[in-house]
Nanobody, 120 residues
Framework: QVQLVESGGDLVQAGGSLRLSCAAS????????MGWYRQAPGKQRELVAS???????NFAAFVKGRFTISRDNAKNTVYLQMNSLKPEDTAVYYC??????????????WGQGTQVTVSS
């Protein structure tokens, strides 16, 4: 079982920055992919950014150039640095970890979410 704890959500003005953290209860080196998703009221959860165990990153088009994702293997933590925030970035941000077992069966784990609110 993998437990994920997000932190860093806050109320910020448009144009501001926040850094979200996702701390894992296991070594993140053992996790194939870690990612950040978000869900705004009345909308579906959507991918924001992800990073593989090899360091390959992927970003949603709506955050390219504004957000970065990074990982600190020593701290078992993944970060989402969010710059130039917009009111439409307001959502609950969730951390997700994915891994496979020896039989290559996939497992996904989710954190409890952290609220990001961007005021105009």
């Amino acid at each position: 079982q993998v437990q994920l704890v997000e932190s860093g959500g806050d109320l910020v003005q448009a144009g501001g920055s926040l850094r979200l953290s996702c701390a894992a209860s296991v070594s993140i080196v053992s996790l194939n992919v870690m990612g950040w998703y978000r869900q705004a009221p009345g909308k579906q959860r959507e991918l924001v950014a992800s990073i593989t165990s090899g360091g390959h990153t992927n970003f949603a088009a709506f955050v390219k150039g504004r957000f970065t994702i990074s990982r600190d293997n020593a701290k078992n933590t993944v970060y989402l640095q969010m710059n130039s925030l917009k009111p439409e970035d307001t959502a609950v941000y969730y951390c997700k970890a994915s891994r496979s077992d020896v039989a290559r069966r996939p497992y996904d784990y989710w954190g409890q979410g952290t609220q990001v609110t961007v005021s105009s």
